[in-house]
């Protein structure tokens, strides 16, 4: 997360599926000093044993993962442009064709609401129906993939098409990508990367 830039010192959270719960980052533990046994497990209804606490972030996780049976991991970030964006309440719009990575023509911004509260989960919940990543007002951003990997590798994605938007705003508005070119974007990303059975054979 550090070196990455997604997120410096404390803030942001990283979780995975573990059974009908999660295993999540601690709270206020700086991601250097991580060790195994500090990663917290934290039970469907939200429960959890032993002193250390999980990342107060942790409704947002376990919500997406009761509602969402693709995820498998989730990752929160403040990263700078992502934020920038979310602090004036704006997602992103189809200014590039790879904001289909997130699964729609755009990547919405959650409305605002206090950090760690069902609200702010809530709020989440409705700017993720039909994606995979989403803005948070004044917050960051969150996305989720089929393992930490995936998840990992979208909030990147998401960052670097923040970091291009702002970037082209300086330029003056971009045109934008209208839905139906979007919308056969989607379609071919359904099967990017994807291999036949008799070209992986033949490797």
Known sequence: MGPSGLSTGTSGNVSSRSGEGMLITPSGVPYAKLTPDMIVEVREDGTFDGDIRPSSEWRMHLDIYQARPEAGAVVHTHSPHATALACHGEGIPAFHYMVAVAGGTTIRCAAYATFGTQALSDAMMSALEGRRACLLAHHGQIAFGRDVESAFALAIEVETLAT?????????????????????????????????????AQH
Do not use: C, H, I, W
């Not at 705003?169 to 036949?196: C, I, T």
């Open 164 to 200: 291009q938007y702002t970037l082209a705003r300086q330029l003056g508005p971009p045109p934008l990508l209208d839905d139906q070119e979007m919308d056969r974007v989607l379609k071919a990303f359904r099967n990017y990367g994807a291999q036949s059975k008799a070209a992986t």
